[in-house]
């Protein structure tokens, strides 16, 4: 299979973290079943397949998984989604520590995955890793070998995000502007490409 290149990367372009959501426009479970059958078909470290995924999209867990989020650290005079525009659903990754205890790595593969996968299909995505985790815990009712890694909130985007070059201003803090726009500055190419070794 072809794709073109383009095309990905602008996939990949439009898959910002989105933290304000359509907050009537739920999303259904067969779509959040269908984000983790995508996931765990990602690499992992020896195969082990240590990911174990929590989905939600009912909203009286929902809220009470929201309580244990922490959002956007940078924006700081924003306290976080305002009710109405709060995630309609999340996954929730946890390890199984009996099985791996370095799944940081395969969390990272599946995370960016259901992220873009999620993107394509119109939906937005938070990865949150500020959590109260042992709040979290007693609300998802999970045994003491799963490890909670990582959040993720979805539901239908109700802001934009766009991508931002890092300036003096503001360096690589992401910032919102007049308009509610989400800037999100990037390290150049130049930057992140430490050496090359080019055939000539
Ligand atoms: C491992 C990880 C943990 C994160 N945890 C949080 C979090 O707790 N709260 C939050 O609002 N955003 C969180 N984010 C989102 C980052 O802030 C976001 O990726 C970053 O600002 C760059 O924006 P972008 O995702 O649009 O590129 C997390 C992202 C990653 C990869």
Request: overall charge positive; glycine content about 8%; proline content about 6%.
């Amino acid at each position: 299979m072809k794709m073109e290149a383009g095309e990905f990367k602008e996939l990949v372009r439009r898959t910002r973290s989105i933290r304000r959501f359509r907050g009537n426009e739920p999303v259904a479970s067969g779509v959040l079943r269908e984000l983790v059958d995508c996931a765990r078909l990602v690499p992992s470290s020896a195969n082990l397949q240590p990911l174990r995924y929590v989905i939600c999209n009912r909203p009286d867990k929902g809220e009470e998984i929201f309580a244990c989020l922490k959002w956007a650290g940078y924006l700081t005079d924003w306290p976080g989604p305002a009710p109405g525009e709060r995630p309609v659903a999340y996954i929730v990754i946890v390890a199984d520590s009996v099985i791996a205890s370095q799944p940081w790595c395969d969390c990272g593969i599946a995370a960016q995955t259901i992220a873009l996968y999620a993107a394509s299909q119109g939906l937005g995505t938070c990865m949150l890793g500020a959590l109260d985790r042992d709040r979290l815990r007693g609300i998802l009712g999970l045994e003491k070998r799963y490890e909670i890694l990582l959040v993720l909130a979805l539901g239908r985007p109700a802001e934009q995000a766009v991508l931002a070059e890092v300036d003096q201003e503001h360096g690589i803090r992401y910032w919102r502007d007049t308009q509610g726009i989400h800037h999100v500055p990037k390290r150049s190419l130049s930057e992140v490409i430490l050496k090359e070794f080019a055939a000539s």
